[in-house]
């Protein structure tokens, strides 16, 4: 089981940045595909960025790339988004998602939500004009 916990949501001017973190809570020290999805009213739940725990390799969906970067501290057992250049498009609430298996930290999949099988509550994040 993994349970998952959202902070550092905000509002924030278009351009500013914002700091999202996760707090991963899991039994054992399996690795996780870690993954950030954000929803916007109205709109479909959508894959941003993915890591996977055991590794550096990172995903990102086109619209985010060269703005955001997941990290994830291993040893705080803890998942970071940083969003820099913030667009108001970037308004959504934000949820951290994990799944055990590796095979989700790939390109096609991890942007795909019915792959994961945990989730947090989200955080809200606001960007105004």
């Known amino acids: 089981q993994v349970q998952l916990v959202e902070s550092g949501g905000g509002s924030v001017q278009a351009g500013g940045s914002l700091r999202l973190s996760c707090a991963v809570f899991?039994?054992?020290?399996?690795?996780?595909?870690m993954a950030w999805f954000r929803q916007a009213p109205g709109k479909e739940r959508e894959g941003v960025a993915a890591?996977?725990?055991?590794?550096?390799?990172?995903f990102y969906v086109d619209s985010v790339k060269g703005r955001f970067t997941i990290s994830m501290d291993n040893a705080k057992n803890t998942l970071y988004l940083q969003m820099n250049s913030l667009k108001i498009e970037d308004t959504a609430l934000y949820y951290c998602?994990?799944?055990?298996?590796?095979?989700?930290?790939?390109?096609?999949?991890?942007?795909?939500?019915?792959?994961?099988?945990?989730w947090g509550q989200g955080t809200q994040v606001t960007v105004s004009s």
């Open positions: 899991t039994l054992g020290s399996s690795s996780l595909c």
């Open positions: 890591i996977y725990s055991g590794g550096a390799r990172t």
């Open positions: 998602a994990a799944d055990f298996r590796t095979i989700v930290c790939a390109a096609g999949i991890f942007e795909k939500r019915n792959w994961y099988n945990y």
